[in-house]
């Protein structure tokens, strides 16, 4: 069972399969700590593999998520909840990039006209502001918000490659910049 705020979201997995373009914002909370929201995020990501697989000509998805969960949901329990959640899910998408080649691959050989990007949004240390703060949303076959765009155009942000994976850097961090350097 949705709720009013998945309706736009539970539509637009269904308008997938017709879409020519697709932008799509994650990055509230409630993609990692809610169960009914996973089950939401998890058909859309179902739909846009399925769309891809179906008919990867003329497609171009862009789609921005978090780097890493904010590290204050619900304390150190459901801090780790949201975290594995996150992880799970982007190892997922991961998965369904690598398999048709999508840009940010290093194998890049995606289908002429599909044109899938998906880029990371790295949260702020605390008690500092966000810089890219674009609305959750998706749009299909249409513009999404100016700030949107200028979220995506925003310096600071990660390419999700495929093929990337996370080394602990000298500091005991997730650094991306030490993502394949070390590997």
């Known amino acids: ?12 997995t269904n308008a997938v399969e017709a879409a020519e373009t697709v932008w799509i914002v994650q990055l509230a909370e409630r993609w990692l700590v809610d169960p009914a929201t996973a089950g939401v995020r998890d058909a859309l990501d179902l739909a846009l593999f399925r769309r891809l697989l179906r008919a990867p000509r003329g497609i ?7 780097y890493d969960p904010p590290s204050d949901l619900g304390g150190e329990v459901g801090y780790e909840r949201a975290k594995l959640e996150h ?11 690598a ?4 840009a940010g691959s290093m194998n890049r050989n995606d289908p002429p006209d599909c044109d899938y990007l998906i880029r990371l949004v790295i949260l702020p ?9 674009p609305p959750d949303g998706i749009w299909i076959d249409s513009a999404p918000p100016d700030q949107v765009l200028e979220a995506w155009a925003a310096d600071g942000l990660i390419v999700l490659d495929p093929h990337e994976v996370n080394v602990v850097g000298p500091y005991s961090d997730r650094n991306p910049l030490w993502v394949g350097i070390m590997t």
């Open 1 to 12: 069972m949705t709720d009013d705020r998945d309706t736009q979201w539970v539509e637009a």
């Open 60 to 66: 171009a998805i862009r789609r921005l998520l978090h």
């Open 87 to 97: 992880e799970d899910w982007v190892a997922r998408v991961r998965r369904q990039l």
């Open 99 to 102: 398999y048709v080649g999508a």
């Open 125 to 133: 240390r605390a008690g500092r502001q966000a810089t890219v703060t």
